[in-house]
Each structure stands twice: as structure tokens, then as C-alpha cells.
């Protein structure tokens, strides 16, 4: 799709960085949110037939549907609103990446999280529903947290999970807040805060519900 039914051009609202890879060693992601679905089609288009992996994050439906009208074969994962071309993840590399999910409502941007440091050249582990309030279920995958290179801890409410994990292991932990709460939650600040205030060492905050940030950062620390 060369132009869109308007006949706007891909340069009249993006400018693809296709030399992130060589310059910074990770390739450029497309945002999704706040395009139109004719703008990520125009630009899946423009992504076709480079050679490194192009993720697309935050799609909706009719995102997703744009994207796969012209790279029908790429992966889709709707629950974490990720896309990745091409479709299959080079072979791992470098550390294990853990994520954790504190309860199912954190999954959509824990797998965000997990599937980004997968295409960013990871091998990962998703581990869910071991929130604090059952504190048993993340002692049970000790073995597991203490043999990743980086385990990412994604959990709204009261944001308590980090701590618990950086207590416990000797990896660095990357704190991934997400919006899941009550009303005094405020949409994940709640969760932000506790983080940031996180009384273990080795902590590493995100932006709330950042699924991406959390991953990109983890395959960083994780590299060979």
C-alpha cells in the first residue's frame, strides 16, 4: 500500500529509522496508538522487506487487521497488542529473561514485556498469577528467578511483587506498574510509587503499563 485512500505518502506523518539496528543494536518499534489503521498499513508496508525485526505495539483490532492486510504472515498476539515481522524470533541468545504477571489482570502488558525481549533476540519464561497475596507461589519458582539473567515483575494493586522478588534473588529486577486497582490505584500511579520507593536494591522502574520499555530494557541486561 504505497498510498492510502487519501492519497497521503508514508512521509507526510512518519520517518522510519532504519538504521536504529546498526546504530543502537536493537531495531525501531511502531507505536501503534494514535495512528490510523491506513497509517500502520502504510507503514507494515514500508517494514516488508528489511532485514531486521519490526515489532508493533498497543494495536487494536483494526490495527491488527491493517498490519496482516499486507504482512499476512506476522505474528499476532492480541492479548499483549504486539505484532512482530517476521513472524519467527532468531534463535536466543545471552541470559534468560523471566517474567513474572501478579495476577492475570497484569498479563496483557507482561506478555508485552515478554514477547519483546523474545523478538529482541531473548529467551524468556512467563510466569503468572503469583501475586503477593498468596506468597507461597513465587517462593515455588525460586529455582526458576534464580536462574535468570533478569526477571521483569509486572503487578498493579499495590505494586508490592518487586520487592518481594529483588529480596530474593541476585538479578536485577525490572518493575513493570500496570493500571489494575481500585480507585485509590489511580490508574497504576499507586503501583509506580511503591516501585519507585522499593526498599530491596536492584530495582528498575518502568512506565505504567510500558510492556515494551520493560522488555527492551531486560534484553539489554540480558545480552551475551
Not at 174 to 203: D, I
Request: net charge negative.
Amino acid at each position: 500500500m504505497a498510498e492510502s485512500a487519501r492519497g497521503a505518502s508514508l512521509e507526510t506523518f512518519a520517518d522510519l529509522d532504519h538504521n536504529r539496528t546498526k546504530r543502537r543494536g536493537y531495531p525501531e518499534a511502531i507505536y501503534c496508538a494514535g495512528k490510523t489503521p491506513e497509517q500502520v498499513a502504510m507503514i507494515a508496508a514500508a517494514v516488508r522487506d528489511q532485514p531486521h525485526v519490526t515489532l508493533f505495539t498497543r494495536a487494536s483490532k483494526q490495527h491488527a487487521a491493517a498490519i496482516l492486510s499486507e504482512l499476512p504472515g506476522a505474528f499476532h498476539d492480541q492479548e499483549a497488542g504486539l505484532l512482530a515481522w517476521p513472524a519467527d524470533p532468531s534463535a536466543p541468545s545471552g541470559g534468560l529473561v523471566a517474567v513474572l504477571a501478579a495476577g492475570t489482570s497484569d498479563l496483557p502488558m507482561a506478555k508485552e514485556a515478554q514477547l519483546t525481549a523474545r523478538y529482541l533476540g531473548r529467551s524468556t519464561e512467563l510466569v503468572v498469577d503469583v501475586g503477593v497475596a498468596g506468597l507461597h507461589r513465587v517462593l515455588t519458582r525460586l529455582d526458576l528467578l534464580r536462574r535468570a539473567r533478569v526477571v521483569i515483575v509486572a503487578a498493579g494493586m499495590d505494586g508490592a511483587l518487586p520487592s518481594v522478588v529483588a529480596g530474593l534473588i541476585e538479578a536485577p529486577v525490572v518493575a513493570l506498574p500496570t493500571s489494575v486497582g481500585y480507585g485509590a490505584a489511580f490508574e497504576g500511579l499507586a503501583a509506580l510509587l511503591a516501585m519507585l520507593n522499593a526498599c530491596a536494591p536492584g530495582v528498575a522502574v518502568v512506565n505504567i503499563d510500558n510492556g515494551y520499555g520493560a522488555g527492551h530494557l531486560a534484553a539489554q541486561i540480558a545480552a551475551p
